[in-house]
């Protein structure tokens, strides 16, 4: 398994699937079920089950081994391209400046009901305390979201799956959530909206529908991110988690 175990194993796998995620997503017109951080998700599952069973081993042994030490070099860049966000944020910084109150006060009360609602179905569903930890921050970005739910004791893994499936559900139902909750006509709801629940996925569907709903997209997600740091916590420790 040495040949496998360099970290250019996994930044060359992740590329890999990532590209042909982005090919069959083109090839048959944009079809979300093709959308490539979910198609690369289960891609490269399928692979590291395949090569554990040729090395006669388990998963989790090939994903530490084997994928983990190149994935933390890629997860390294993730953080600072978040900085990215900035660019259509300061285009419309106008729009920020006269309703930040509005955005603010808006993003903590729909994260805070956001975690009740996590919290009452984890529950429903039957997940204990470390899969309730690991759903609750899945309204921040995923380079913020892993972090914070190791602080809290949930599973990363877990987390970064709820992170990319989050962003295809609104992919997929992005044009009709907007069309059924009369956002057409509130582009500042939109664009808080998309980019709180598909994040970077959500920001670039909310760029297609204007430069005010790409910029409040933008907010959202780095807001959202400060937003969860300080109450996922607070929560967790309040539910007694």
């Not at 500042?188 to 629940?197: I, N, Y």
């Given at each position: 398994m040495k040949f496998i175990t360099n970290p250019l194993f996994g930044v060359f796998l992740s590329l890999v699937v990532f590209l042909i995620g982005q090919w069959l997503f083109k090839k048959f017109n944009g079809f979300f079920l093709f959308q490539p951080l979910f198609v690369g998700m289960i891609l490269g599952i399928a692979v590291l089950a395949v090569l554990a069973k040729f090395f006669n081993t388990t998963i989790a042994i090939v994903y530490t081994q084997a994928y983990k030490p190149g994935g933390d070099i890629i997860f390294w860049f993730i953080t600072p391209s978040t900085i990215a966000f900035a660019v259509p944020l300061y285009k419309r910084n106008d729009v920020v400046k006269k309703n930040w109150l509005v955005i603010l006060l808006g993003l903590v009360v729909g994260t805070f009901i956001s975690m009740i609602l996590i919290t009452l179905v984890s529950k429903a569903i039957g997940l204990d305390s470390v899969g309730i930890k690991s759903m609750l921050s899945q309204s921040a970005t995923t380079a913020v979201a892993m972090p914070l739910t190791k602080s809290?004791?949930?599973?990363?893994?877990?987390?970064?799956?709820?992170?990319?499936?989050?962003?295809?559900?609104?992919?997929?139902?992005?044009?009709?959530?907007?069309?059924?909750?009369?956002?057409?006509?509130?582009?500042?709801?939109?664009?808080?909206?998309?980019?709180?629940?598909?994040?970077?996925?959500?920001?670039?569907?909310?760029?297609?529908?204007?430069?005010?709903?790409?910029?409040?997209?933008?907010?959202?997600?780095?807001?959202?991110?400060?937003?969860?740091?300080?109450?996922?916590?607070?929560?967790?420790?309040?539910?007694?988690?």
């Open positions: 809290i004791g949930g599973n990363a893994s877990v987390t970064a799956m709820a992170c990319i499936i989050n962003a295809v559900v609104i992919y997929a139902l992005g044009k009709q959530l907007v069309k059924w909750f009369n956002l057409n006509e509130d582009p500042l709801g939109a664009g808080l909206g998309l980019g709180t629940s598909g994040h970077t996925v959500g920001s670039a569907f909310a760029l297609e529908l204007g430069s005010v709903q790409g910029a409040m997209a933008s907010v959202a997600v780095v807001a959202t991110a400060l937003v969860d740091n300080l109450l996922v916590p607070v929560f967790s420790h309040m539910i007694g988690l």
